[in-house]
């Protein structure tokens, strides 16, 4: 949280926790309450599955879909981006534990999963991740980089580019193309 405050204070923002560190915490009205207030920032933890199996169907995850639905608030850090698609992209078991195999995840994207650090890992995920999950788009997201809607289009933005794979088709946006072939946000909570 310190790292975070610090980054973000250079940009004049301030931010304070919100404690969902149990599921319980994540059905908290008053946290839900809280999550209502402001705008949203996962860290990158998330994505890997400690944080979405909690949120998933809560009253939290409710309040957090409700202000992205109405003013589009979200920010999200590399992996935290994971969360926020129908699917994020775990460890598959031993013996196979480098591949990628999709679970259940906030469903904000619908039919998507993020490869994250696409240029310094995530692309050695491609591979395993198709396999297993053939019908979804695979969302490869540069370090430093992000797909951001805003005005009913996707649009690649930051140093690096995005990725998309959709079955055997692969393409490449750089910085501030817009259109990367992604579907809409969902406009209602998916069901959980």
């Not at 696409?118 to 591979?127: I, K, L, P, Q, T």
Request: contains cysteine; charged residues 25%; hydrophobic residues 40%.
């Amino acid at each position: 949280m310190a790292h975070a405050r610090d980054w973000f204070h250079q940009f004049g923002l301030e931010l304070d926790e919100l404690p969902v560190l149990k599921r319980g915490d994540a059905m908290s009205d008053k946290v839900a309450a809280r999550a209502r207030a402001g705008q949203i920032l996962l860290p990158g933890w998330w994505g890997s599955g400690a944080g979405r199996a909690g949120l998933r169907g809560s009253r939290v995850w409710r309040a957090m879909f409700e202000l992205g639905g109405t003013a589009r608030r979200w920010q999200d850090r590399r992996a935290g981006a994971m969360a926020l698609c129908s699917h994020t992209l775990v460890r598959a078991v031993w013996p196979n534990r480098f591949n990628r195999r999709p679970a259940n995840a906030l469903g904000l994207l619908t039919e998507t999963a993020v490869l994250p650090h696409y240029d310094a890992f995530g692309s050695r995920w491609v591979e395993s991740a198709q396999a297993a999950a053939p019908e979804l788009t695979l969302l490869g997201v540069d370090e430093r980089s992000a797909a951001v809607w805003r005005d009913g289009t996707w649009r690649a933005m930051g140093p690096g580019g995005v990725t998309v794979f959709k079955g055997k088709r692969v393409r490449r946006f750089e910085s501030g193309q817009e259109r990367c072939g992604l579907r809409s946000p969902a406009r209602r909570l998916p069901p959980q």
